[in-house]
């Protein structure tokens, strides 16, 4: 019974910390999200330096997500980050498509 109950633990502690990696990434992702949003916004109200601001946030956001998820290459994981990705390479294109 001992073997079991070691079993048990190991397998818990695992999904302990896949739910806490999960949460944090949503939580960035949620951040992320929000700085691409403000980055498109200043796009559209022609402040650049408000732009770059939110864009920067946004690609450093996007590193420490990427670093955080990194142990836990599963898809769910997997597509918080690229739904994220996504929301910056929306933001750049709004910037390119406005300062042309």
Same mark, same amino acid.
């Given at each position: 019974?001992h073997k079991l109950e070691q079993i048990? *633990? +190991?397998?818990?502690?695992? #999904? ?5 990696a999960r949460d944090q990434a949503l ?16 796009? %559209?109200?022609? @402040? ?10 946004? &690609? ?13 290459? *599963? +898809? #769910?994981?997997?597509?918080?980050h690229t739904g994220c990705l996504k929301?910056?390479?929306?933001? @750049? &294109? %709004?910037?390119?498509?406005? +300062? @042309?």
């Amino acid at each position: 019974m001992h073997k079991l109950e070691q079993i048990t *633990d +190991s397998i818990r502690k695992t #999904f302990d910390a896949r739910t806490s990696a999960r949460d944090q990434a949503l939580a960035q992702a949620r951040q992320l999200t929000r700085a691409c949003s403000l980055a498109i916004r200043a796009v %559209h109200r022609e @402040e650049a330096d408000v732009m770059n601001a939110h864009l920067q946030e946004a &690609r450093q956001l996007a590193d420490t997500l990427r670093a955080s998820l990194a142990a836990y290459p *599963d +898809s #769910f994981l997997r597509r918080i980050h690229t739904g994220c990705l996504k929301g910056i390479c929306r933001s @750049e &294109r %709004h910037l390119r498509l406005n +300062s @042309e």
